[in-house]
């Protein structure tokens, strides 16, 4: 497939990025008010979805009986879709859980020289993480936002984003791991960033350099010293495997798309290395969940 036809298949403007947001007004990150509206119309009208949503319900509701960061994605989604607070009070405490822990880092990271604060469990946990806080955002005091967001803040969020992008604290290139390694703890720490944006004011400014620094990685041009491959060759293929190359892919997208919806000037979009620009259209990544949304 030539660059001629990957461009007519992924085709948009790129990002303009003007000035600082406004405060957020969750919930706004993945699972927005207007797509739970149209998921569950969906159920109620479609046979096939009411049957998703019934067994969606039913993992949600065995997610009540522990405390798994992982189970915060299904548990938001279930809540705002049926209003139900007993899976708001499960996000809470599992927020209250998570948030008061000394650090999410392994300890073989953390005695390297220089210390790695973050990887990829840590990218995932920042993803649901920040899923659950923008499902319950509405529910929690100001003083419970503050201190479960400054918590978040110091587990993840400045740890993914320290790490893998900002000056003065990064310690990886784009190479220093396999290729998905820099696109997945940024774009899920600046998700993470985006959520706790009210409550710290400058995870704004981090999430929105993420954002724009994600054509890095998608333009990256191989490095042959240390047999580092282009991320997509001028074709469009990728040396990964289909899905290890969605493992990458997806959560950029999420993240551009979660910033341009409180940019109104920006537009999803990825900068090509020639000057011309182009978006993703991939299938969701989760086919249970957020493909019905």
């Not at 319900?57 to 915060?72: F, M, P, S, W």
């Not at 703890?185 to 985006?194: F, M, Q, R, T, V």
């Not at 041009?221 to 990964?240: P, R």
Request: aromatic content about 10%; hydrophobic content about 40%; charged content about 20%.
């Amino acid at each position: 497939m030539n660059i001629k036809k990957i461009k007519a298949l992924l085709c948009c403007s790129y990002f303009a990025i003007i000035g600082l947001g406004k405060d957020i007004s969750h919930p706004a990150i993945l699972y927005t008010p207007p797509r739970i509206e149209s998921a569950m119309q969906r159920v109620n009208n479609d046979s096939v979805q009411s049957k998703a949503w019934v067994e969606l319900t039913a993992r949600a509701d065995n997610a009540l009986d522990r405390c798994d960061v992982n189970d915060l994605e299904i548990l938001s989604v279930v809540y705002q879709g049926s209003g139900n607070k007993k899976y708001g009070n499960k996000i809470v405490a599992i927020l209250n859980q998570i948030s008061n822990d000394d650090t999410w880092s392994y300890p073989e990271f953390l005695s390297r020289q220089p210390a790695w604060r973050s990887e990829l469990q840590i990218g995932h946990k920042a993803y649901n993480a920040a899923i659950g806080y923008d499902a319950v955002y509405n529910d929690l005091t100001s003083k419970q936002r503050q201190e479960i967001a400054s918590n978040l803040w110091r587990l993840a969020g400045e740890p993914l984003l320290g790490d893998w992008l900002l000056d003065g604290t990064r310690i990886h290139s784009i190479n220093s791991m396999g290729h998905n390694w820099w696109s997945i703890c940024i774009s899920e720490g600046a998700l993470l960033a985006l959520a706790l944006s009210n409550e710290i004011p400058e995870a704004y400014e981090a999430a929105q350099l993420a954002v724009e620094t994600m054509n890095e990685w998608w333009d990256f041009t191989g490095d042959a010293l240390q047999g580092k491959e282009k991320t997509f060759d001028d074709n469009g293929g990728s040396y990964e495997s289909v899905n290890y190359t969605r493992f990458g892919v997806i959560p950029p997208i999420d993240a551009q798309a979660c910033m341009a919806r409180h940019q109104p000037r920006c537009q999803v979009g990825f900068m090509a290395a020639d000057g011309e620009a182009y978006r993703l259209l991939l299938p969701c990544k989760l086919p249970s969940l957020r493909c019905s949304l």
